[in-house]
Every structure is written in structure tokens, then in C-alpha cells.
């Protein structure tokens, strides 16, 4: 057996409001003065025991590659083309994205209205030469003549903001750096400025700054003070306004900058307000305000004065349990996502008031508005997909609500009667039903080796989508399945609050609860089930094993929030501040630190057996910083009891997310596969009929 790195152990104290903890690996903290983390710009003690957790990961994980080599070639072979076929006219053009057969990123065209297809960007030359590439937030100017995306080069989520003239084909860096890409920029409705967000040393988008799109000086906007608030801009609907939202947990406010005045200090909706949270769009003359005051949790939809600002009228009540996710508001009808016992559905009003709603027979699927959508169009464009239905586009007309697919993409000779969706209830300690959904091939017989995900946290919905990795994986004898736990948004707000805090413990228990409810009907094996989170769901997994280490074949965290305690005491933490809402605060709360302390992966590990655990960590990710995952790892082998390999995959090269590139992406859905096949006792290639 290959022995794993030995971390020393320290007596580091920690006294915090009357508790005393001691952190035995608080050295493997560190964060450099200037710029990013490197191997090389390790402290010389750190950088050799993370040299040797990459040495002992290739050791222990060397034995999967044929395994991996095989789900590799599998994904690569069948691997769905990527297409993003644009949505109606905007400005003359049809705007649309795709992935080459054979190639790794997206290459960004346009089409006019005579055929003329123009190439705007292809990911893969922007890739060339760097270890880590990943863009975002591609769009058009509104007078067509510029498309601008976000990209980081480093793996540190700072991006610089690209510019290209169509026209002349001149590319430049409109900003060179630290710029906020996810909802962190867009032009204004001239097209003669960018408004795009700064982050500061900490990581936190706190400035809004304009900078003309020809020659010019960037503008201070608007400079945020608190912590807790996040930003984002965009333009409204018709493009009358560019809104600046400044959102935390349970507080926000908007900001509008009106088109005819785009150099005016934006003005406020409302001024913020503890527990009350707000957006702004704009339909029909009015400003539209979706919101969650006086009580409304699941959000009610408001029509605003655009002058006054005052309320005209209340459009959409608020429904307990029928959360409303979105609005994308057209000259012709408004269209609303939301969710009705837990699955998306659309809403289209009219201006006379009418309502259309739009569902879908199935027991699982989600629903996805399409992103660059002109007000004036007359279709809706949504993309619908399932477990076992892959993406498919759908135009729905504004005027009479009738659906018309466009186009359906899927992986080469995939073929959905194949397998089988089901929708199922857990029963959770507390006599909560936590709802479950199973993805298997129709011919499966019997109990399965089962790969449980999750999330469950910030109100984020882990949502039933179609997943090739996870086809493969049936394919070789496992039932993939989704509990969607408390936490997340699956049933509505209260379903949110229920896992927050106090509560966190219920994300927890929910998960295991549907680990053994799939045993219990016949869906799981008892002893062949891998646990699957990412980042906050890596807290979700971690709990659970530690609540229940012999449950669980193996457990999978990708970038795993598992230092939560000692997180959440770093006020200096680019996220810190804005998650006290959801976590609690250790630093000023005794009831906080204490039920933190309860659940903290970390904290709580016990004198156990451990599962096979393999933990993923990016050495530049700010977010989960490398040093969580390497502090458990280093703990489960401190004090767990039995003989388990405990693994940390650390990427010298990224940070929170991926390289934006599908075949790095397979290759590490592949170590993962073979990884679970290895703790269930799947043999890879199958053996089976109908497994190839």
C-alpha cells in the first residue's frame, strides 16, 4: 500500500468568544502579498508537502487510467455538437455560438439577413499559450458595430474585458485587468460606453466605472462600501435604463441610469433595506419590480411609475411555493419563469392581461431563457432538457403561446427511450419530503451501484439537466441520482431558509436520507453508493460522510468548502461578509460559531472509517481556497481508522472553475467515473449486455 504524505501538526490556538480550538494545519495557509499563488511562490515547507499530495494522487489514481482512458474515448466519441442557434433578429443579425466537431471551445459568429455569416471569436486561438483560459459574458453593442466578452488567462476569476470592431476587425483590452465577468459588464444603449465592475484586492466587485468604447478615460461610477453587497449591471429590456443591482443575501438595492442621460450619477429605486431584496427591468412604459417585501418569499412582481417610481400596480402576487426564478419582458408579452411543485414552467401576460402557461409533461426537466433576446421579437426563445433529453430549443410564440421546436443537439447515436427518468420522495428525518431524481438505462434490473449529487445552498436549485458524463456512467451499470436537498430553491424559499444556518445540518440529513431511501426501493445497493459535490456541495458530501463514513463506497468533492469554521472567522475572505446571512457569524455570534462548528467537515472528523475519498483543489482559487481540501485529507488520515485512500487533486494551474474546455472537462469527469467504478466494483470496460 502507498503510503500518503504525513502533514505535520501544529498546536495553533484559537480563542474566539469564550471557545478555544486548536487548528493543527493552519500552516497550510497562505496567501501572497501581491499578485497570485504559484507552486514557486509557495513558502518552501508548503510547497513540498503539496508536491507530495500531487505525487501521492498520481500514485494512488495511476492504476484508474485505463479506466479513465476509456471514459474518455467514450465522451469524446459520442460527445453532443455544441450549438447555440441565435434567437430572432437583433439589429439585422442573428447572433450565435457552437463548438467544432472535434475542437474543445466555442467560436462566437453572427448572421445577417442575406447569409453572410461573420466569425467573431474563436476560443480556442484566444486559448493558445495559456495553461488556464476561460471567457464569459459574450455580447454584442447594441448598434451591432462591437462584441465584447470577459476572459481570464490566470485561474483567479480577475478578467480582463476584450473589444472587438467588427467593422475593422481591430481587437483590444478595453480593461486589462481585474474586471468582475459574471454579470459584471454590458454596453450602454448608445453603444458609446461600456459600464463594467472593478474588484478590489480582496476579490470583491466593489466599483462600477464607464469607459468609452473609442478613446477615453474610465469614469468612477459608483464605489461600494460594504462588504456584504455584490454588484451587477445591465440594460433593461427596451434598453431605456442600465441598472446597477447591489444584491446581498437578505438586503438590496437598484440603481438606474436612463439612456438619455448615461453620464448622470444613477439614481436609486429604493433605498436598501434589511430583509428586502429587489431587481429592476422594465415592459409596457412601466419599470417591472420583482421582489420578496412585506412578507412575499417566493417574490411578487410590481409595476412601477418609470418617472416617479411609485407603485402603479401589483402585476403578480406572491404565491407561496411558486417562486418566481426570472422575467424577460418583450413588446409583446411578458414571460416569466417559475417554478409550480418544484418543476419550471413559463408564464407569457399580455398587455390586456392575459396569461398563457407553458408546462411540460415529464417527471423531471429544467428550463433556460436564452440570453440576447430583442424586446421587439415575436417568439420567446427556451431551452427544455432532462436527464435523458438532451438540449432542445424552443420558440414559443409571444401572441398565441404555441411551442415550435427549433433544434434538438445530442450526443451521436444517443437514444432517449433508452433510459429512464423518475421523480421520487425521500422521507427526511423530520418528516420532510426531499424530493430525488433518478436517471437509469431502461433495462436496469435490480439494485444499482449509484452515484448520489448534490448541493443544496444559497438558494440555488440543482436542477434535473441533461448530463453526457452522466449518460456514460449509466451506461456501465450505475443509477445517477440528484437529491435535491434543503438549502437549494427546489420548493421555494422556505425550502432555502430550512437549510441556512441552524438548519444547515438538514441539507445534511436530507442527503443521506435519500442514500437510504434508494436502497430501500431497490433503486441503490447497499455498500456501492458514491457521494458527488461540488464546492458547496462539497460541504454537503463531506457532512454527510462524516455523519454517516459507512454509507458510502466513496465520496467525490470537487473545490469542497470544508473549513468552514475557520472560513467564516476570516473577515477578510473575498466572500465572507456576503455569506454571513447564509452561515451565521462566528466572529460576533456564539450561537453561530457554535452550530458552524457543528457542521464544519473539517471540524468534525471523527475516530471512523472512512470511504475513499478524492478531493479536488485549484492552488489560485479564491473562492475555496486549495488549503480546505488539503486540511481535511490531512485530518481523515490523522484520525480516521481504516485504510482508505484520502486523495487531494490539486491544479497548479486553475482556480474555482475549470478551463473553459470540454476535453479537460472530460478528462476529469473520467478520473471521476473510474474513481467511483473502482470504490463500487464496477468493472470498466463493462461487462455487461448493452454496456458498450
Not at 328 to 346: C, I, M, N, S, T
Not at 355 to 376: K, M, R, S, V
Not at 575 to 592: I, N
Not at 664 to 689: E, I, N, S
Amino acid at each position: 500500500m502507498i503510503a500518503p504524505p504525513s502533514a505535520p501538526r501544529e498546536n495553533h490556538e484559537i480563542r474566539q468568544l469564550g471557545r478555544v480550538r486548536t487548528d493543527a494545519y493552519a500552516w497550510m495557509k497562505f496567501i501572497p502579498s501581491s499578485g497570485t499563488r504559484t507552486l514557486e511562490g509557495l513558502p518552501p515547507r508548503l510547497r513540498e508537502h503539496l508536491e507530495a499530495e500531487m505525487r501521492y494522487a498520481r500514485d494512488v489514481l495511476d492504476p484508474l487510467e485505463p479506466a479513465a482512458r476509456w471514459f474518455r474515448e467514450r465522451l469524446a466519441a459520442g460527445a453532443p455538437e455544441v450549438r447555440e442557434p441565435a434567437p430572432e433578429v437583433s439589429g439585422g443579425w442573428r447572433y450565435h455560438a457552437g463548438l467544432p466537431q472535434g475542437g474543445s471551445h466555442r467560436i462566437f459568429s453572427r448572421t445577417g439577413a442575406d447569409g453572410r455569416t461573420q466569425r467573431l471569436l474563436d476560443g480556442a486561438v484566444r486559448a493558445e499559450g495559456h495553461a488556464y483560459y476561460r471567457a464569459t459574458d459574450h455580447q454584442p453593442s447594441p448598434d451591432g458595430r462591437y462584441f465584447a466578452w470577459a476572459e481570464d488567462v490566470v485561474g483567479d476569476d480577475r478578467h480582463r474585458i476584450c473589444l472587438l470592431d467588427i467593422d475593422s476587425g481591430a481587437l483590444r483590452i478595453l480593461v486589462p485587468s481585474d474586471a468582475f465577468g459574471y454579470g459584471g459588464f454590458t454596453f450602454s444603449s448608445s453603444s458609446r460606453y461600456l459600464f463594467w465592475i472593478w474588484r478590489d484586492a480582496h476579490s470583491r466587485p466593489t466599483r462600477l466605472y464607464r469607459s468609452p468604447v473609442e478613446d477615453g478615460e474610465a469614469a468612477l461610477v459608483h464605489e461600494e462600501r460594504d462588504p456584504a453587497i455584490f454588484m451587477r449591471v445591465a440594460r433593461t429590456a427596451a434598453g431605456r435604463f442600465v441598472t446597477l443591482t447591489l444584491a446581498g443575501p437578505d438586503t438590496g438595492e437598484v440603481r438606474l441610469i436612463a439612456a438619455d442621460a448615461e453620464t448622470d450619477p444613477p439614481r436609486p429605486v429604493r433605498p436598501r433595506r434589511p430583509g428586502v431584496r429587489y431587481e429592476v427591468d422594465e415592459w409596457n412604459d412601466a419599470l417591472l419590480m420583482l421582489t420578496d417585501a412585506d412578507g412575499a418569499i417566493d417574490r411578487k412582481l410590481l409595476r412601477l411609475d418609470p418617472v416617479t417610481l411609485e407603485v402603479r400596480d401589483e402585476l403578480v402576487p406572491h404565491r407561496a411555493g411558486v417562486p418566481i426564478i426570472a422575467i424577460k419582458p418583450f413588446a409583446e408579452a411578458l414571460v416569466r419563469l417559475e417554478r409550480d411543485q418544484g418543476l419550471h414552467r413559463l408564464v407569457l401576460t399580455h398587455p390586456d392581461g392575459r396569461e398563457t402557461t407553458i408546462g411540460f409533461d415529464e417527471p423531471a426537466y429544467c428550463l433556460e431563457l436564452a440570453d440576447l433576446q430583442p424586446y421587439g421579437a415575436g417568439r420567446v426563445r427556451v431551452t427544455h432538457q432532462a436527464p435523458a433529453s438532451p438540449p432542445r430549443r424552443v420558440d414559443v410564440d409571444l401572441a398565441s403561446g404555441r411551442p415550435h421546436a427549433v433544434e434538438r443537439t445530442g450526443p451521436r447515436g444517443f437514444d432517449p427511450a433508452a433510459y429512464r427518468v423518475e421523480r421520487l420522495e425521500a422521507r427526511a428525518p423530520d418528516g420532510e419530503a426531499v424530493p430525488v431524481t433518478v436517471l437509469s438505462r431502461r433495462d436496469a434490473q435490480g439494485p444499482q451501484p449509484l452515484l448520489l449529487t448534490g448541493y443544496g445552498a444559497y438558494g440555488i436549485a440543482r436542477e434535473p439537466d441533461f448530463s453526457w458524463p452522466a449518460i456514460v456512467l449509466a451506461d456501465v451499470g450505475f443509477r445517477y441520482a440528484i437529491a435535491h436537498v434543503r438549502g437549494g430553491s427546489e420548493k421555494g424559499a422556505r425550502w432555502y431558509r430550512d437549510g441556512c444556518r441552524e438548519r444547515k445540518g438538514h441539507s445534511m440529513t436530507d442527503f443521506i436520507a435519500c442514500a437510504r431511501h434508494l436502497v430501500a426501493t431497490g433503486h441503490a445497493a447497499p455498500g456501492r453508493i458514491v457521494a458527488h459535490g461540488v464546492s458547496a456541495g462539497g460541504l454537503l458530501v463531506c457532512g454527510a460522510m462524516n455523519r454517516a463514513p459507512d454509507l458510502w463506497a466513496g465520496v467525490i468533492a470537487q473545490v469542497p468548502f470544508v473549513d468552514m469554521l475557520n472560513t467564516m472567522s476570516d473577515a477578510d475572505h473575498p466572500l465572507v461578509p456576503l455569506l454571513r446571512p447564509d452561515w451565521g457569524d462566528p466572529l460576533a455570534d456564539p450561537d453561530a460559531y457554535d452550530w458552524i462548528a457543528g457542521i464544519s467537515p473539517y471540524e468534525n472528523v471523527g475516530r471512523a472509517a472512512y470511504p475513499p475519498l478524492l478531493c479536488t483543489a485549484g492552488l489560485k482559487d479564491d473562492r475555496v481556497p486549495y488549503w480546505e481540501p488539503a486540511k481535511l485529507v490531512a485530518n481523515i488520515r490523522h484520525r480516521g481508522t481504516g485504510r482508505n485512500p484520502a486523495v487531494l487533486v490539486l491544479d497548479p494551474d486553475s482556480g474555482h472553475q475549470g478551463s473553459d474546455d470540454r476535453d479537460r472537462a472530460f478528462a476529469q469527469a473520467a478520473l471521476f467515473w473510474a474513481f467511483a467504478c473502482r470504490c463500487a466494483g464496477v468493472p470498466v470496460p463493462p461487462d455487461g449486455p448493452g454496456r458498450s
